[in-house]
């Protein structure tokens, strides 16, 4: 039998620059609770960005730029549509028209109805693209322009993805290029936050750690709701630039830090390491096939 590695014979003995495989620095770079709600806070909000945003007036007027000329036409049909503003129906308008001696159809749209078919209209079309019409009383979107609020909900997931990425991505530097030692804590304190899994609340803490580097002291921060992972031992891994050693982090603070083997190597990332991988590839592909077929539209 193999006696099991105790947390404080961790000692990572290889030495900078280290080298480390694609798929661990994959994880690394999108693991984290943060992130990965981040991830699904976009790829969600996205939903509504295409539903409403991408289809409301501010949106729309984006997409048809150009030249606008004067016709007359006629509503050529009128259909109430699956959508409502304030429980208010939305009505497609048909408008026919001529362009060029061509007859044209286009479509506006108005939440109620104040119009009916056949009656004489005065438009403007886009000369870049005909099939594009302009109505006074009506819009050129389904939905209006307070309906853009939505694009909030992809922002704040950007955000959040931000935030951790670049702390991943300083941890991912620090992997390479950091030297090894160990940290005496010296403070913690509740942030007054909080997370919640699975109806559990877990507090926030905010921890401090003293090292030394060449008869220096310098502390080193984390903010974590998995209080176990830096206090299961006397002292904490820090990794620190040696030439800036303010730039360092607490090791079993950061998501999907590599394991340290006996040996004092790093352990590349296994498989089942890569479903932090699944949310960002998910959004990124169905959305960005999305924005591909819309735009072509």
């Not at 007027?61 to 606008?68: D, L, P, S």
């Not at 040996?263 to 890569?274: F, N």
Request: net charge negative.
């Amino acid at each position: 039998m193999t006696s099991k590695q105790a947390p404080e014979d961790r000692v990572l003995h290889e030495m900078p620059p280290r080298s480390i495989d694609w798929f661990t620095q994959a994880t690394i770079i999108f693991g984290g609770f943060l992130q990965q709600f981040g991830w699904f806070f976009f790829g969600f909000g996205m939903i509504f960005f295409w539903i409403f945003a991408w289809n409301s007036t501010p949106m729309v007027a984006m997409r048809n730029f150009g030249n606008w000329e004067p016709a007359t036409g006629t509503v050529f049909m009128i259909e109430q549509t699956n959508s409502s503003v304030n429980e208010t129906p939305v009505y497609k308008i048909t408008l026919q028209y001529e362009v060029d001696g061509k007859t044209q159809l286009g479509d506006v749209y108005q939440t109620g109805q104040s119009f009916s078919e056949g009656q004489t209209v005065e438009v403007d079309y886009n000369v870049r693209n005909p099939e594009k019409v302009r109505l006074e009383g009506a819009r050129e979107a389904m939905f209006p322009w307070f309906t853009m609020f939505v694009i909030i909900f992809p922002i704040v997931g950007l955000v959040l993805v931000y935030i951790s990425m670049t702390s991943n991505l300083k941890f991912l530097n620090l992997l390479k290029i950091g030297e090894y030692t160990r940290g005496e804590k010296v403070k913690k304190e509740a942030t007054g936050g909080e997370v919640v899994i699975n109806n559990r609340h877990y507090p926030i803490y905010e921890y401090k750690f003293k090292f030394s580097f060449e008869n220096n002291n310098y502390y080193a921060t984390c903010t974590t709701h998995l209080a176990h992972t830096v206090e299961d031992e006397e002292k904490e891994i820090i990794l620190f630039d040696r030439f800036n050693p303010e730039h360092n982090i607490v090791y079993d603070a950061m998501p999907n830090a590599p394991k340290i083997l006996k040996e004092g190597m790093l352990d590349p990332a296994y498989l089942s390491k890569g479903i932090v991988l699944i949310l960002p590839a998910i959004s990124l592909i169905a959305h960005g096939l999305v924005a591909f077929v819309l735009w072509r539209i």
